[in-house]
């Protein structure tokens, strides 16, 4: 048995450039949504291709505040893969839509699309997927399917009607860097919702991004000032424009939210941002050597690096064939024992007291529980040194040898 060696499940990767940058916004005098806030959107909408950007505190307040730009709300309907975090839905619950969750496909993480299509009726009026791990879901499968249902679709605001269409919101919280046919994830979907939680690939402790494409016939600056007006107050100026020299007057044009980015927050972004390819060079190496190790032990990962797409190396999401979830269990425990910290991605939905509560019920949802059943993640971040993925490598084939 090798020696036992602590690897955390997920650390945050900072070092001084981070440090650095906070401690310049905290000398400048502006903590607040300012201009570092509106550097880092320009950065990252130039770095995902994408029409527009908005830096909100969490991915959550992004996929929440798209729904509410689009008009979505009582009466209507959004489609969710049932597994997911429980963010992905509980933002339609938010806004008072009904929820409608999908179950994986037998042999795959993914929603079922052929599902997805049988459900879509008048009253949907958008579609959440997930991009698990950071590997891209079916892009080009989903906008086939909510061109086929146009003539279904009822607007409901002028937004949606200049879409035709049921809107593709992707749950991208894992998801930046990665790549789908060539294009980067975040200019694929309508809009997209990115994560900068302490445990994502970039960081700025708490916040995300959404980014957009452009809507023919909605100026894209208008969606930046409605998204702006959600997530302040309703307030019709921000802190930094009332700065301005007697500036002071604004209005309140809706009793809203509260749920912007603050300047300090961007200035660990802006440092992120600019280590961030070097970040996902390294995933990739940890990927690859995982694969290597475990796909000949029958271990089934993620399919994070194929022809048409790139993951953004996110999660190392596998299952351990022919294990159940009692045994399952067992092996994570024994990795924790072995100073090696494990997790699972994720607990379908129906399976949390909140959904339940809803009237989900698992045993509708049988590939879902076998997805999890035998579902470990292993730890994947940037901070592991080659010692450390040696260590998990040789722990946890000797787990699942044992197991065999």
Request: glycine letters at 6%; proline letters at 5%.
């Amino acid at each position: 048995m090798p020696v036992k060696i602590n690897v955390p499940f997920s650390s945050p990767d900072i070092t001084e450039a981070e440090i650095a940058e906070v401690a310049d916004a905290l000398r400048s005098g502006w903590i607040t949504t300012g201009p570092r806030v509106k550097e880092l959107e320009r950065l990252l909408q130039d770095y995902l291709g994408a029409a527009g950007c908005c830096c909100l505190s969490s991915q959550t307040a992004c996929a929440e505040m798209v729904l509410r730009v689009l008009g979505v709300g009582f009466g209507d309907e959004v489609i969710v893969p049932v597994y997911t975090y429980t963010a992905t839905a509980s933002v339609v619950c938010h806004v008072g839509a009904t929820l409608v969750l999908i179950d994986c496909q037998p042999d795959s993480f993914e929603m079922d699309y052929d599902a997805v299509e049988a459900v879509v009726n008048e009253k949907t009026k958008a579609i959440i997927p997930v991009d698990l791990g950071g590997v891209p879901c079916d892009y080009d499968t989903i906008f086939r399917i909510v061109e086929q249902k146009k003539h279904l679709f009822r607007p409901a605001n002028p937004i949606q009607e200049a879409m035709g269409r049921v809107a593709v919101c992707a749950d991208t919280a894992h998801a930046l860097g990665a790549m789908w046919h060539g294009r980067p994830v975040g200019s694929i979907a309508d809009f997209s919702s990115f994560s900068f939680h302490a445990v994502k690939n970039l960081t700025t402790a708490e916040g995300g991004c959404l980014a957009w494409r452009s809507v023919p016939g909605v100026d894209d600056g208008e969606i930046y000032r409605n998204l702006q007006l959600l997530s302040l107050h309703g307030q019709s100026k921000d802190a930094l424009a009332k700065t301005k020299l007697g500036a002071w007057e604004y209005d309140v044009v809706g009793p809203w939210y509260k749920c912007n980015m603050t300047d300090v927050m961007a200035a660990i972004g802006l440092a992120q941002l600019d280590r961030y390819p070097t970040m996902l060079t390294r995933r990739r190496e940890i990927v690859e050597r995982y694969n290597k190790a475990f796909k000949p032990l029958g271990v089934e990962p993620l399919p994070h690096y194929t022809e048409d797409s790139s993951s953004s190396g996110h999660l190392y999401i596998c299952r351990v064939s022919g294990i159940n979830a009692e045994q399952r269990n067992s092996l994570i425990a024994n990795m924790a024992g072995r100073g090696v910290a494990c997790n699972v991605h994720y607990k379908p939905l129906p399976m949390m007291t909140a959904y339940k509560n809803l009237g989900f019920d698992i045993a509708d949802y049988p590939n879902a529980y076998a997805r999890f059943a035998n579902e470990v993640t292993l730890p994947l971040h940037t901070c592991l040194t080659n010692e450390q993925v040696e260590y998990v490598i040789e722990c946890f084939t000797e787990e699942v040898k044992s197991l065999r």
